[in-house]
């Protein structure tokens, strides 16, 4: 089986971004999905039962989906580089690069120096400290992914009256489109250096309830809200139109400079309420 320069397990959203900007840039790679779809590797991850034999050697390998445990991040990282190097003894360990969430990470703002909350990271987390600590792996920690069908606009239909009654609370929306999180993989390929976890996002911070209150289902939620005092209170008005709107009602909860720094890039793609998507596949 030739081998590649990046593997990329589990295709999914990120995926098409990426082995697009690959491919620009002349950089071999394949991909796998659970159903061998889109001329990808049909291939998931089992833990201990896992066959790696499908797979490719590649210097670089993206983990796109989630790895739940230390354990398993083990069973991975081992049992691929086990694996190659049966067949090539001269097969250099392959350097990981992880995909994550910033869950855990509650100070504000959170950088990449904030240590996370493991008991909000869960097992992913686990993994991922495991992964970073024995395998040299590279983790990008990403805010909330949009681009394409995945809007931000249209996330609105997911609102009930309680979760909006939540999220008033803190409306801080933090964004990264999927083209950006490729070029920060693409980035951390070609430095060998950039190793660790970093926090990813646009480097900006939205209004969620600016968003949202584009749908009519939301406004009318919003209005029932407003006849309640404490919703009164914090939101000081009585109407949906006197509520005020906007990036001075936010406060930034991540910081991803640190990252965009070192890898001497900047993110491209923000989000704008009434634009297309900047980035079309």
């Given amino acids: 089986m030739e081998q590649v320069q990046v593997l ?28 061998g779809r889109d001329a990808t590797i049909k291939w998931q991850f ?13 210097p670089f390998v993206v983990v796109m989906f989630p790895v739940n445990g230390a354990t398993d991040a083990d069973h991975l990282c081992r049992g691929y580089t086990t694996h190659h190097q049966t067949i090539c003894p001269d097969y250099t360990p392959p350097r990981w690069i992880l995909l994550g969430s910033t ?14 909350d493991t008991t909000l990271g869960g097992p992913r987390m686990d993994a991922e400290v495991r992964a970073i600590e024995k395998y040299n792996a ?10 394409g069908a995945r809007c931000p606009r249209g996330w609105a239909r997911f609102y009930t ?5 939540t999220r008033l609370n803190d409306r801080s929306l933090h964004l990264v489109h999927g083209a950006d999180v490729a070029r920060a ?3 951390v390929v070609r430095d060998r250096t950039i190793n660790g976890r970093w926090l990813v996002s646009d480097q900006r911070v939205y209004d969620m309830l600016q968003i949202v209150l584009c749908d009519d289902r939301v406004r009318g939620l919003l209005s029932e809200l407003l006849e309640e005092k404490d919703v009164q209170a914090l939101l000081h008005a009585t109407r949906v139109e006197d509520v005020e709107l906007g990036t001075m009602c936010v406060t930034r909860r ?3 400079s640190h990252f965009w720094d070192r890898a001497a890039i900047q993110p491209l793609y923000v989000y704008a309420l009434d634009q297309p998507d900047p980035h079309v596949i």
Avoid at 8 to 30: C, D, K, M, P, R
Avoid at 104 to 114: D, I, M, N, R
Avoid at 139 to 147: F, K
């Fill in 46 to 58: 089992s833990g201990t039962d896992t066959d790696f034999s499908a797979l490719p050697a590649a």
């Fill in 138 to 147: 590279c983790v990008l920690n990403l805010v909330g992914l949009w681009g």
């Fill in 185 to 187: 993989i693409l980035a």
């Fill in 254 to 256: 991540v910081d991803s």
């Fill in 8 to 35: 990329i397990l589990g295709h999914g959203f990120v995926g098409q971004y990426l082995t697009e900007l690959l491919s620009t840039n002349s950089v071999s790679y394949a991909a796998t999905t659970t159903t």
């Fill in 161 to 165: 009256k309680d979760r909006l009654r």
């Fill in 103 to 116: 869950r855990a990470f509650t100070q504000t703002p959170s950088t990449k120096y904030t240590p996370p």
